[in-house]
T-cell receptor, first 112, second 115 residues
Framework: EAGVTQSPTHLIKTRGQQVTLRCSPI?????VYWYQQALGLGLQFLLW???????NRGNFPPRFSGRQFPNYSSELNVNALELEDSALYLC???????????FGAGTRLSVL | GENVEQHPSTLSVQEGDSAVIKCTYS??????FPWYKQELGKRPQLIID?????GEKKDQRIAVTLNKTAKHFSLHITETQPEDSAVYFC??????????????FGKGTKLSVIP
């Protein structure tokens, strides 16, 4: 069984650009979570999607947004990139909301 | 909202010794407490979890204890090995109403096991 997959693995952008990150959950999982992990720091909760709807949102500005598709895959969009957006973006999925979360390998975003 | 504090931020132990990482949480409604291990450059991986109806859980060299009254939970690693070196995150998951779950991670503990 495939785990959580994320693409791309690495991305380099410049300030002001927009970026889209993608996540495919484990087959059968309906909940998808996004986290930001800046270098050397902890996991900051960004967004939670379940059954196609945004269920919860962390303390991030509106330029961080996303969506979940009917097949439960998800996209994270970040507009007007800033230098401090440079981080590892991790996606996780769970079978049902509130259950064990399994993480993808992440997308390393560098903003120059 | 929930606040999870994790201590210590760094921990060095000699190989074979035990390591203990402690977390406290603020929301008494939290009912599920997972622990994740993140090796350098890799994804966080669940190593053990505990639910609020259980006081202790063991899996080989790893154990987690939960004190609901005091709102703290701890990870215990015995007979540490160099491959235990990683960053460990605790987390608390609680239902916050209207179908919404709140997940909060601690800031992590960097464990170094010295051969």
């Amino acid at each position: 069984e495939a785990g959580v997959t994320q693409s791309p693995t690495h991305l380099i952008k410049t300030r002001g650009q927009q970026v889209t990150l993608r996540c495919s959950p484990i087959s059968g999982h309906t909940s998808v979570y996004w986290y930001q992990q800046a270098l050397g720091l902890g996991l900051q909760f960004l967004l939670w999607y379940d059954e196609g709807e945004e269920r919860n949102r962390g303390n991030f500005p509106p330029r961080f947004s996303g969506r979940q598709f009917p097949n439960y895959s998800s996209e994270l969009n970040v507009n007007a990139l800033e230098l401090e957006d440079s981080a590892l973006y991790l996606c996780a999925s769970s079978l049902v909301a509130g259950n064990i979360q399994y993480f993808g390998a992440g997308t390393r975003l560098s903003v120059l | 909202g929930e606040n999870v504090e994790q201590h210590p931020s760094t921990l060095s132990v000699q190989e074979g010794d035990s390591a203990v990482i402690k977390c406290t949480y603020s929301d008494s409604a939290s009912n599920y407490f997972p622990w994740y291990k993140q090796e350098l450059g890799k994804r966080p991986q669940l190593i053990i979890d505990i639910r609020s109806n259980v006081g202790e859980k063991k899996d080989q060299r790893i154990a987690v204890t939960l004190n609901k009254t005091a709102k703290h939970f701890s990870l215990h690693i015995t007979e540490t090995q160099p491959e235990d070196s990683a960053v460990y995150f605790c987390a608390a998951i609680g239902y916050s109403g209207a179908g919404s779950y709140q997940l909060t991670f601690g800031k992590g503990t960097k464990l170094s096991v010295i051969p």
